[in-house]
């Protein structure tokens, strides 16, 4: 007897009776679907958004820079919509700044690669 092209003998017994349901049999398990990408350009572990990454990871500091700042200097700030303004617009100036910063470090690493490549006679 076969079922979608596959034979009977490669299913697995059933724990129901006689009169089964779909919904009572037991169908194998696929396995887990992989949570990195399956694109690897879009992989971490490609230079060029290595480079994106650690340019733009001086926006770390700046956002702890803005913490520090809320909790040493803005004393004036009470309540919770100010702090909450603050944290907001910080939070679109370091957004702003990773992806200025990650891109000049990228455009940087790119310049340097070709003219790396530039000087390497191929004969």
Same mark, same amino acid.
């Given at each position: 007897m076969t079922y979608a092209g596959r034979t009977a003998a490669r299913w697995p017994k059933s724990s129901c009776s006689a009169q089964c349901t779909?919904?009572?049999?037991? +169908?194998?398990?696929?396995?887990?679907?992989?949570?990195?990408?399956?694109?690897?350009?879009?992989?971490?572990?490609?230079?060029?958004?290595?480079?994106?990454?650690?340019?733009?990871?001086?926006?770390? &500091?700046?956002?702890? &820079?803005?913490?520090?700042? +809320?909790?040493s200097s803005m004393s004036s700030l009470t309540g919770f919509i100010p702090v909450f303004i603050y944290l907001c617009y910080m939070t679109l100036f370091t957004l702003a700044f990773y992806f200025a910063m990650g891109t000049l470090g990228f455009l940087s690493s790119l310049w340097f690669v070709v003219v790396i490549f530039k000087a390497v006679k191929a004969d």
């Open positions: 779909p919904w009572d049999l037991r +169908l194998p398990l696929r396995r887990p679907v992989p949570l990195r990408p399956r694109f690897p350009a879009l992989s971490p572990r490609v230079p060029r958004w290595r480079s994106f990454h650690r340019g733009g990871s001086v926006a770390i &500091y700046v956002s702890l &820079y803005a913490l520090g700042f +809320l909790a």
